[in-house]
C-alpha cells in the first residue's frame, strides 16, 4: 500500500519570507512518480512538477524548488520570497507500478501569506 | 490548459435522486478518473477508466457507478444519492505511462439535502 503523509495541515507566512512544504511518501515500488500540485482558492487543481524515482537532482523554477531525497523518503517543496498569489493548498501525489497510473494524494497543506 | 470539461459545474439535489455527473476531454488520452475531496480528506479515487469500456474501482467507489462508452467522455453516477455524497467531485485524465501527470477538470460541487 502506498501513503503520502503532508504532516502540515496549514502555514501561514508573511509576504517574502521563505517557506518549505514537507511531503513524506511511503511505497514499496521500486519505480514510481512523485507530483505536486496547487489548488487556489478559485478551486482548480494545477501540475505544479513530476519527478521519477531515479532522479534524485533537485529542481528550481524562478521561486519554486523541490528536494527529492530517497534515503528519508521525503519530496520538500520551498518557495522563495513568498507572494499573496502563492496562498493555496498544496498536494503532494506519487504514483507507483501500477496498471492505471492510479495517484495516492497527502491530505494537502493550506499555505496562507499576507501581505 | 488540458481540454477537460465537466458538467454540470453545481448541482442541488434530494436524497435519493439520481445524479450524474459528466467529464469530457478533446486529449484523446486513455486514462480518466473520477475523484472526490472533502475536507480533511485531501482527494481520494472513485473509480478509473482504462480505455473505452473498461472501468475500475478506485478507494472509495461504494454508491458510485461510471460507464465510458466513447474516449472522450467518462460519466459519474450516483444511483440513489445520499447526503454523504454531499462533496467537490473532479475528473482527470493523464496519458500512457507511470510519469504522466494527471490534469485535472475544474470541479463539480454537489449538494444533497
Known amino acids: 500500500a502506498q501513503k503520502v503523509t503532508q504532516a502540515q495541515t496549514e502555514i501561514s507566512v508573511v509576504e517574502k519570507e521563505d517557506v518549505t512544504l514537507d511531503c513524506v511518501y511511503e511505497?514499496?515500488?521500486?519505480?514510481?512518480?512523485l507530483f505536486w500540485y496547487k489548488q487556489p482558492p478559485s478551486g482548480e487543481l494545477v501540475f505544479l512538477i513530476r519527478?521519477?524515482?531515479?532522479?534524485?537532482q533537485n529542481e528550481i523554477s524562478g521561486r519554486y524548488s523541490w528536494n527529492f531525497q530517497k534515503s528519508t523518503s521525503s519530496f520538500n517543496f520551498t518557495i522563495t520570497a513568498s507572494q499573496v498569489v502563492d496562498s493555496a493548498v498544496y498536494f503532494c501525489a506519487l504514483s507507483g507500478d501500477n496498471a492505471g497510473n492510479m495517484l495516492t494524494f497527502g491530505g494537502g497543506t493550506r499555505l496562507m501569506v499576507k501581505p | 490548459d488540458a481540454g477537460i470539461t465537466q458538467s454540470p459545474r453545481h448541482k442541488v439535489t434530494e436524497t435519493g435522486t439520481p445524479v450524474t455527473l459528466r467529464c469530457h476531454q478533446t486529449?484523446?488520452?486513455?486514462?480518466m478518473y473520477w475523484y472526490r475531496q472533502d475536507p480533511g480528506h485531501g482527494l481520494r479515487l472513485i473509480h478509473y477508466?482504462?480505455?473505452?469500456?473498461?472501468?475500475d474501482k478506485g478507494e472509495v467507489s461504494d454508491g458510485y457507478s461510471v460507464s465510458r462508452s466513447k474516449t472522450e467522455d467518462f460519466l459519474l453516477t450516483l444511483e440513489s444519492a445520499t447526503s454523504s455524497q454531499t462533496s467537490v467531485y473532479f475528473c482527470?485524465?493523464?496519458?500512457?505511462?507511470?510519469?504522466?501527470?494527471?490534469?485535472f477538470g475544474d470541479g463539480t460541487r454537489l449538494s444533497i439535502l
Open positions: 511505497t514499496r515500488d521500486t519505480t514510481y512518480y
Open positions: 477508466s482504462y480505455g473505452v469500456k473498461d472501468t
Open positions: 482527470a485524465i493523464s496519458g500512457t505511462g507511470g510519469d504522466q501527470p494527471q490534469h
Open positions: 519527478r521519477n524515482s531515479f532522479d534524485e
Open positions: 486529449e484523446n488520452h486513455r486514462y
